[in-house]
């Protein structure tokens, strides 16, 4: 028996020299750089794509790897099952064993969009539809549409984002953009009025972010919000009205020309805080969180006027003559009329 066994040795020897010599072949292809068409490729896997259609599919827009070759490792490695759907950006110099680490790992790639303090809805959504590495997913719905399938439960959308930079998956959708920054602005809004101040005349937490809208609107300076804050507050609590030109020019629309006058002051709609007292129904733009901090905790003072001085601060006042005054000195001819 051990005479019939004997001549077999030197196959098994060839056969294991064959594996080391195929695995050592496989391990320099799997880190051997692929050469690009471009320096930097993107592309997409769709979801539902198995790893070999997505093989083909990187080797087809100028990633030169063998498809077979991604496939084969993808497979010995246990991972051709643990790719993930998304954007991907590879660069000179990748090699096929990171490129399948990048797609099992779902190491996708980012941009950003910018939501800024003091925008408007529309304003948002015009940046979130046009931002080109988005799915407009929102084009051609209602506002009702959008609140309704991010899970809002608001009948206006006025305010109700948090205005930040927000980095997403590329070719992923505007939704997923707003639904992060409306529960962004539920979470600081929540915070903000947990730590309000308890004098302060407002009844509830959106009554608080539709001032601090109001205050993000008027304040030029970061280190005149607490003031602005509190002229408010002040008219609030003595049944004054707010007297506040930008709530004027939000109820305007499309029909603010650039110049307020007088007609338009005296002229009565919901946001117009010159005719009705309190607080108007909505917010008018998405307030950062200085503002909203402002918004709970005035700054205390005894103001209950203010006046842009024009470099961006603001003149505050106690009494009307005074502020007659401020307006004289600062705006002079620059008045409604």
Known sequence: MRRLLQPAAPYLLLLGA????????????????????????????????????????????????????????????GRANRIKAGSYEVQAGVTPWQLILKLSDGDVSQASVLLVEGWTFRQMRQALETAPELVPDTAGLSDAEILSRIGATEAHPEGLFFPDTYLFDKRSGAFAVLKRAYGAMQQRLAQAWAERDPTLPLKNPYEALILASIIEKETGRPEDRGLVASVFANRLRIGMPLQTDPTVIYGLGHDFDGKLRRKELDTDHPWNTYTRPGLPPTPIAMPGPDALRAAVRPQPSEFLYFVARGDGSSEFSRNLADHNRAVDRYLRNGRPN
């Open 18 to 77: 064959l594996l080391v010599a195929l695995a050592s072949a496989g391990f320099w292809l799997a880190h051997r750089p692929v050469e690009l068409r471009a320096p930097v490729i993107d592309f997409t896997v769709q979801r539902g794509l198995g790893m070999r259609q997505a093989a083909n599919h990187i080797a087809a827009v100028g990633v030169g790897v063998n498809p077979r070759l991604l496939t084969w490792l993808a497979q010995l490695t």
